[in-house]
């Protein structure tokens, strides 16, 4: 079968490995029908990982169900499922306290598990034509409808980034009535914005350099920042100013809290631009903006990926994970702090209802359709990251 195998930094290409098999009962083998790719995939291109040539990308697998083993009891072949990123047994200390995100017992090494990516265990990748399902009654997600259809898109987003958006909606403690801002307009970030509307936070702003991105943020109700036209934090200040019927309804002293955001969302992670250097990165730019721009009290969801170890960290402290962090400030502010991987199954079924009763449709944020062929050309397009492709899909129909 074809997968795409990464093969250093800057490169991955499409290969013919061997099909995978069942290995224990309770293993499902799910024919893909679409594999998208992932912002966090880009780490791992970029050697910012301790990734090794040969492992199979991909972490967002829908499907068709192939072949089952003798235990699976819930799903059958032919069932149109959806698998999310994390790999679970379902039953362990952290999987029943529903924290399927550091199971303790599908990774030899480290809490948690995960298809295709560094440290996250022995597993295959998504970007193949079949992958093996560890514990496929847990992990498949039974789905409506036939592969194709006009759902296809919106049901892949169920895999990682839609409910790693609505997870981090949950970390910063979006409700109605508070302010947001999200840094980031890449996939993830752009369904924060739609899970915030869902939410019901009457004001979200979204910051990033990207026109494209930010045009489409708009789009999904968001106030679009662009960093390249100054400091994000006194544009979202100076936005606020404008607001006179708010500044009307607050009481006395109650004017202080529109002075930031009641909500702040981390949806860049370590290869954050530094605003001075647009084109170099700098790893604690936006904790340092989310800190700024955040009131006292506030609360932060950090969903965008920080790593342990950076091959490419500019000083030790950074290859070995250690971000320097504005913790007087954050202190001083009382602010709350969310961060981690997402326990995808927690939301995967709520967020299915919502795309079914049409209140949701994560996949609108798809720009691309490839065929696994054009997944080395896709990913040097994505890599360039203000380039037209936003979220590019591997389609196996």
């Known amino acids: 079968m074809e997968a ?17 098999q069942i290995e224990h009962p309770t293993d499902v083998i799910l024919r893909l029908t679409s594999s998208a790719i992932c912002g966090s995939d880009l780490h791992m291109y970029d050697g910012h990982t301790d990734a090794q040539p040969g492992v199979v990308f991909g972490h967002e697998p829908m499907g068709v169900v192939e072949e089952v083993g003798d235990a699976v009891r819930l799903v059958k072949e032919g069932d149109r499922v959806v698998v999310p990123f994390n790999i679970a047994c379902g039953q362990c200390f952290n999987c029943i306290r529903g924290f399927t995100n550091a199971c303790l017992t599908m990774n030899a090494n ?30 498949c997600l039974k789905l409506p409808g036939r592969p194709g259809d006009s759902n296809e898109d919106n049901f892949l987003m169920l895999a990682d980034i839609f409910p790693t958006a609505y997870y981090a909606t949950e970390l910063a403690q979006v409700a109605p009535g508070k302010t947001l801002a999200i840094f980031g307009a890449g996939p993830v970030g752009l369904l924060c914005v739609h899970s915030a509307i869902m939410r019901g936070a009457p ?3 979204i910051v990033d350099k990207d026109k494209k991105r930010l045009e489409m943020a708009m789009s999904l109700g968001a106030v679009p920042i ?27 002293g109650e004017d202080k809290m529109l002075r930031g955001v009641d909500c702040v969302i981390d949806a860049v992670g370590y290869q954050a631009y530094d605003r001075q250097n647009p084109d170099q990165f700098k790893p604690n730019q936006v904790l340092i903006d989310m800190a700024r721009v955040a009131n006292f009290t506030a609360t932060l969801g950090i969903v965008g ?84 492709v936003v979220k590019a899909v591997i389609q196996f129909f």
């Open 203 to 205: 004001v979200v702003y």
């Open 305 to 388: 990926v920080y790593t342990m170890s950076d091959p490419l960290g500019k000083t030790e402290a950074e290859k070995h994970g250690m971000i320097m962090m504005p913790w007087g400030l954050m202190w001083e502010k009382g602010l709350q702090i969310g961060t981690g991987q997402t326990p995808v199954k927690r939301f995967q079924g709520f967020l299915r209802d919502q795309i079914i009763a049409g209140k949701a449709s994560p996949g609108a944020i798809v720009t691309d359709h490839i065929k696994i062929g054009d997944a080395p050309q896709a990913y040097k397009e994505f890599d360039r990251r203000g380039s037209e």
């Open 4 to 20: 795409v195998v990464y093969t250093g930094p800057g490169s991955v290409a499409v290969k013919d490995i061997p099909r995978p």
């Open 226 to 252: 662009n960093f390249l036209k100054g400091d994000p934090v006194l544009q979202i200040q100076e936005h606020l100013k404008t607001m006179q019927p708010l500044h009307e309804a607050m009481r006395y």
């Open 110 to 139: 480290n809490p948690g598990a995960a298809y295709g990516y560094a440290h996250m265990g022995p597993y295959r990748g998504a970007q193949a034509e079949f992958i093996r399902v560890p514990h496929g009654d847990w992990a």
